[in-house]
């Protein structure tokens, strides 16, 4: 007789512990979420579903992920061009574009990178992204558990946490919606990294939505794979930059971040803003 867990509804433990790289297309993921922002193609109905109800509510969803995109490219251009030559890139998302280790190692083909994520579908495609750059490895992480990245086997093999490394947790943190819990997460990352190491953050803010607006967005987010978001002020955002040096022009809009070219026309829809900046972790 199959044994039933009277706390899972009555339900299976079978049925309750299938394996973690099992994908349930009916959960959206913020992950292809993400992806379809972007226009990609990785993506299943109810993905696309959650997305357009965040579009109805943020009309400028879309402009926030190309933002975010494009500051990842310049932030870790601009990292490797300094001398950088690892990059941990903790919730990394589909492979799109200029990924990490393509801008990095166009600057220095040594660079090595390590992509992090839970996503089954992330994990298989990056994987096969990968299979030909040893210098770049994908495992299998989650973000509000440190110590499993930070002590795993691959991570330890490929970076050397005695050199400075580069840091990146773009738009992941406010799927982090306890403010304690997040900055456990941030310090605990912090504390591994070598003077010369560099984070790079993005988040999104309330901007000028209503309150309305942002608990609708909330309750989109809650039914997906993260759980939850929560958007946070400029202030707090910088706190996770606190006691390093922050690079000009410090915490700002991400498209103010050492803009290269205009590389899109905001929409003139009103929606939140992304902010972000990159801090230098500074000597003894």
């Known amino acids: ?120 579908i992330v994990l298989a495609h990056a994987r096969a992204l990968l299979a030909d750059n040893p210098r ?7 973000l509000r558990k440190p110590e499993s990245i930070l002590d795993h086997p691959g991570v330890l093999t490929h970076l050397d946490f005695t050199r400075p490394v580069a840091l990146i947790m773009l738009a992941v943190l406010h799927f ?7 900055a456990r997460v941030v310090g605990a990352f912090r504390e591994k990294l070598a003077p010369g190491s560099h984070l790079v953050v993005s988040h999104i803010t309330q901007g000028d939505l209503d309150e309305d607006a942002v608990r609708r967005g909330r309750d989109v987010y809650t039914a997906t794979t993260a759980g939850g978001i929560v958007p946070r002020t400029a202030a707090h955002v910088r706190g996770f930059l606190d006691g390093l040096h922050v690079l000009e ?8 971040w050492r803009p290269e070219t205009v590389e899109f026309e905001w929409n003139g829809m009103p929606g939140g803003d992304i902010l972000g900046g990159v801090g230098l972790v500074p000597g003894p």
Not at 176 to 182: H, I, L, N, S, W
Request: glycine residues 8%; hydrophobic residues 35%.
């Open 176 to 182: 982090v919606t306890d403010d304690a819990e997040a």
């Open 1 to 120: 007789m199959e044994r039933t867990d009277t706390s899972c509804g009555g339900r299976s433990v079978h049925e309750e512990q299938a394996p973690a790289w099992v994908v349930d297309p009916g959960t959206p993921s913020v992950a292809r979420m993400y992806d379809y922002y972007l226009g990609g193609k990785d993506n299943f109905a109810a993905d696309r579903e959650a997305a357009e109800k965040i579009i109805s509510i943020l009309p400028n969803a879309r402009e926030v992920a190309r933002t975010n995109r494009a500051f990842l490219v310049r932030a870790v251009r601009h990292l490797a061009r300094s001398g950088i030559r690892q990059f941990l890139d903790i919730g990394t998302g589909l492979p799109t574009q200029e990924n990490v280790h393509q801008v990095a190692q166009a600057e220095a083909p040594e660079s090595r990178v390590v992509y992090v994520d839970n996503d089954p």
């Open 249 to 256: 022009p410090g915490v700002v809009p991400l498209d103010r």
């Open 136 to 142: 770049s490895i994908v495992i299998d992480g989650d």
